[in-house]
């Protein structure tokens, strides 16, 4: 069980070949590192790495928008608290951006990604038919709607700049 916090910060270049690795083993259809790059380099991408190469988030903030494209933890750190970290880390530089909501694609058999965006307030918008292959299954989009800050919010708890996100979530939740 993951006791120390897991920390999260912003992927260098030089991470890009360990994140190629991650993705690898956690998808059927990886991104290389060089997809990565271009992602990395392309307007509003964010990608986010833990401090040990365990886990990553790619997605994509153009305010007051956001996207979650993928979160990769490493199989033998799962259940650990990397998904949420990760996650939370990304929606705590959404807010920072001005993001209102926030989209993303998942596999309706995905159970445990399902849990996890269930659990940081994701809920189901649509459903996409057959939008996936290898195996061929269909999308849930789902949206989580982001706290408006001009409407009476003071301050953010955010440990990091819009854009650059530089952030440490407690791994435990209570
Ligand atoms: C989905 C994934 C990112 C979750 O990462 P993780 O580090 O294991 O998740 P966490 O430990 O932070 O779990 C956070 C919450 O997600 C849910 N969850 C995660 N894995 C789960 C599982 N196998 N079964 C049920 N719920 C699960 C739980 O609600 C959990 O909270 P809890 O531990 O308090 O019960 C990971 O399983 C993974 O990399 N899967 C392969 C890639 C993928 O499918 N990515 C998502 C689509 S892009």
Redo the contacts with the bound molecule.
């Keep these: 069980m993951q006791t120390e916090p897991v920390r999260v910060r912003q992927a260098a270049a030089e991470d890009l070949v360990r994140i190629a690795a991650l993705e690898a083993l956690?998808?059927s259809d990886p991104w290389s590192e060089r997809a990565l790059g271009s992602h990395r380099e392309s307007a509003g991408a964010i990608l986010l790495l833990t401090e040990d190469f365990a886990?990553a988030l790619t997605g994509r903030i153009l305010a007051p928008e956001m996207e979650?494209?993928?979160?990769?933890?490493?199989?033998a750190?799962?259940?650990?608290?990397?998904?949420?970290?990760?996650?939370r880390a990304a929606l705590d530089a959404g807010r920072r951006a001005g993001v209102l909501r926030v989209f993303?694609e998942?596999?309706a058999g995905?159970?445990?990604?399902l849990?996890?965006y269930?659990?940081n307030g994701f809920r189901l918008l649509s459903r996409r038919r057959d939008y996936y292959r290898d195996p061929r299954e269909d999308a849930l989009v789902l949206v989580c709607d982001l706290p408006d800050p001009s409407a009476g919010r003071t301050g953010s708890a955010g440990p990091a700049e819009a854009g650059a996100p530089e952030a440490r979530a407690a791994?435990q939740?209570p």
């Design positions: 956690c998808f886990g979650i494209e993928r979160v990769a933890v490493h199989p750190r799962r259940r650990r608290g990397y998904g949420d970290a990760l996650l993303l998942v596999r995905n159970l445990p990604a849990a996890l269930r659990k791994a939740d």
